[in-house]
């Protein structure tokens, strides 16, 4: 149990701002075995939103607080998804061949192509989470907001998780973000990561007994093998900036998949 707490706590402190205690024995071991809590972080940072959202709301309009609760989240994560995103969007954009796609994502300067990508990214997902909001202000908003923040959290971060297992990582200098926790996963460490997502899942279902739920893996799996082939198309395999990206489409995808539901008669 202590050395869950300690992997738990070493995953607080490479996947977020949350500032953790000295004490804290960082090895390169540590975080590669810590990355089975990367969806239990979706519960952290969904929970952070919620709260966030909540708080705003007393004092301002729905739309501030959404955008109140996405700033106020993307500084609790330090944008690191975001930035991988934006990132993918530069290398696959501009880049022709696997030397120079890797290239581009490793400069740190945002280009053309990861700008409008964050654009387009952050004007999806506000519209898609103000709908949501605007689907059930009249009926227990706060516990659907909370359930579906806490799937599109831990859910994408587990497809990020995945592509760990079932792809190589395509670099092949020590010298990157994730060098030390880009080693194949065993099915035990995913199925482990696997239960930060079916507990919210499940009681989902039985909150709502609306059983379209049911065919969310459907389409965010369709999602994370065609993102995936098309990785190991182009570089061989994934990078950190690989699964940042997967995170934020399949992100932007769960919103898609809850805001399509049709709701009205559960």
Same mark, same amino acid.
């Given at each position: 149990?202590?050395?869950? @707490?300690?992997?738990?706590?070493? /995953?607080?402190?490479?996947?977020?701002?949350?500032?953790?205690?000295?004490?804290?024995?960082?090895?390169?071991?540590?975080?590669?075995?810590?990355?089975?809590?990367?969806?239990? &972080? #979706?519960?952290?940072?969904? !929970?952070?939103? =919620? @709260?966030?959202?909540? *708080?705003?709301?007393?004092?301002?309009?729905?739309? =501030?607080?959404?955008?109140?609760?996405?700033?106020? !989240? &993307?500084?609790?994560?330090?944008?690191?998804?975001?930035?991988?995103? /934006?990132?993918?969007?530069?290398?696959?954009?501009?880049?022709?061949?696997?030397?120079?796609?890797?290239?581009?994502?490793?400069?740190?300067?945002? !280009?053309?192509?990861?700008?409008? $990508?964050?654009? #387009?990214?952050?004007?999806?997902?506000?519209?898609? *989470?103000?709908?949501?909001?605007?689907?059930?202000?009249?009926?227990?908003?706060?516990?659907?907001?909370?359930?579906?923040?806490?799937?599109?959290?831990? @859910?994408?971060?587990?497809?990020?998780?995945?592509?760990?297992?079932?792809?190589?990582? /395509?670099?092949?200098?020590?010298?990157?973000?994730?060098?030390?926790?880009?080693?194949?996963?065993?099915?035990?460490?995913?199925?482990?990561?696997?239960?930060?997502?079916?507990?919210?899942?499940?009681?989902?279902?039985?909150?709502?007994?609306?059983?379209?739920?049911?065919?969310?893996? %459907?389409? %965010?799996?369709?999602?994370?093998? #065609?993102? $995936?082939?098309?990785?190991?198309?182009?570089?061989?395999?994934?990078? $950190?900036?690989? @699964?940042?990206?997967?995170?934020?489409?399949?992100? &932007?995808?769960?919103?898609?998949?809850?805001? !399509?539901?049709?709701?009205?008669?559960?």
């Amino acid at each position: 149990m202590k050395k869950q @707490l300690h992997l738990l706590l070493v /995953a607080v402190m490479f996947y977020t701002r949350i500032p953790v205690s000295s004490w804290i024995n960082y090895t390169e071991q540590a975080q590669k075995e810590s990355s089975v809590y990367f969806p239990f &972080i #979706g519960w952290i940072t969904a !929970g952070f939103s =919620i @709260l966030v959202f909540f *708080v705003s709301h007393l004092v301002y309009s729905e739309s =501030i607080s959404l955008i109140i609760t996405f700033i106020l !989240g &993307i500084l609790l994560t330090g944008a690191l998804h975001e930035d991988g995103f /934006a990132d993918v969007c530069d290398g696959f954009g501009g880049g022709w061949t696997k030397e120079k796609i890797l290239e581009i994502m490793k400069d740190s300067r945002v !280009g053309v192509y990861g700008v409008i $990508g964050l654009i #387009g990214l952050f004007t999806l997902k506000y519209a898609l *989470v103000d709908q949501l909001i605007d689907t059930f202000k009249a009926s227990n908003l706060y516990v659907h907001l909370f359930f579906i923040f806490i799937l599109a959290h831990t @859910l994408s971060r587990f497809m990020a998780l995945t592509l760990m297992y079932t792809h190589s990582y /395509a670099r092949n200098t020590p010298d990157s973000k994730i060098a030390s926790i880009a080693r194949p996963l065993s099915a035990k460490q995913v199925l482990f990561a696997s239960v930060w997502v079916i507990i919210p899942f499940i009681l989902y279902i039985y909150q709502t007994t609306n059983l379209y739920i049911m065919l969310l893996p %459907i389409p %965010i799996l369709l999602i994370k093998i #065609g993102i $995936g082939r098309y990785y190991q198309k182009w570089i061989g395999g994934y990078t $950190g900036d690989c @699964l940042g990206a997967l995170q934020q489409v399949t992100e &932007i995808a769960i919103y898609l998949f809850f805001a !399509g539901i049709p709701w009205k008669s559960f």
